[in-house]
């Protein structure tokens, strides 16, 4: 159950978001589907009853990202997803501790680290997931002469671009994104349909865009402001739209 103040905008409901579930959440504009969504995420509170038991790790995008630290680069943010920006500057720290060494101990001992740091990045996918980084950012209208950028000098649509890539990159097992196609041009909206068809967890989102929507979701989640209810369609985005009216 979700209240906003003395507003009830969800009865006591039940669902399940699982791997290979796709789900349009729609209702009109102030129906709750961005404050349900922060709360599936745990960013928004808690529920008013009932309680939100989560399996693994949750990529959510809200409507207004907030990031952190404006100095990171681009491409270090969307890399952090997987810890693998404080594994890159590491093995950059050891290869000049190794050059710099001036006796044979600090140099064995900065093998020893860089050796170490190597296998943590072969772990997390190794080199070929920065390369897999950088191609979800260029599908998303991130270059790299924007991804060398700091977050801090990035246009609002950019650092939105940004926190969409790491959140894809993530490899999270269910993803919420609220409005994904915002500041995205054409070809990068084409790119996020197939993106996210093909996504083997579950994923949740809200979007304006029809297309989207009849791409992607097999099920449909209608928030209906007047009753506070969740109506659940086990169904494809035509045919809910056959069954809604």
Do not use: C
């Not at 009865?11 to 290979?20: D, K, L, R, W």
Request: overall charge negative; charged content about 25%.
């Amino acid at each position: 159950e979700i209240r906003v103040g003395a507003r009830l905008l969800l009865s006591p409901v039940s669902f399940q978001v699982a791997s290979g579930d796709r789900i349009g959440l729609v209702g009109r504009n102030g129906a709750g589907k961005t404050t349900l969504t922060r709360i599936l995420a745990g960013e928004g509170g808690i529920p008013a009853g009932g309680s939100i038991s989560r399996t693994g790790p949750i990529g959510y995008l809200p409507q207004d990202p907030r990031t952190g630290d404006l100095h990171i680069l681009a491409r270090d943010r969307i890399l952090s997803a997987r810890g693998l920006d404080q594994v890159l500057r590491r093995l950059t720290t050891y290869t000049m501790a190794m050059a710099e060494a001036d006796t044979d101990e600090a140099r064995d001992a900065a093998m020893k680290s860089y050796s170490r740091a190597e296998a943590e990045l072969s772990a997390a996918g190794g080199y070929a997931a920065e390369s897999e980084a950088a191609r979800i950012a260029a599908n998303l209208g991130l270059p790299d002469r924007v991804l060398g950028q700091e977050i801090g000098t990035l246009s609002g649509g950019q650092r939105r671009r940004v926190e969409l890539a790491r959140i894809l990159f993530s490899g999270a097992d269910t993803l919420l994104l609220d409005e994904p196609t915002n500041h995205l041009d054409a070809d990068s909206i084409v790119w996020l349909r197939g993106y996210l068809k093909d996504y083997p967890g579950g994923l949740v989102v809200i979007s304006h865009d029809s297309g989207l929507l009849d791409a992607v979701v097999n099920k449909v989640f209608h928030l209906d402001a007047n009753r506070a209810e969740l109506d659940q369609y086990a169904m494809d985005w035509k045919r809910y739209l056959q069954q809604r009216e």
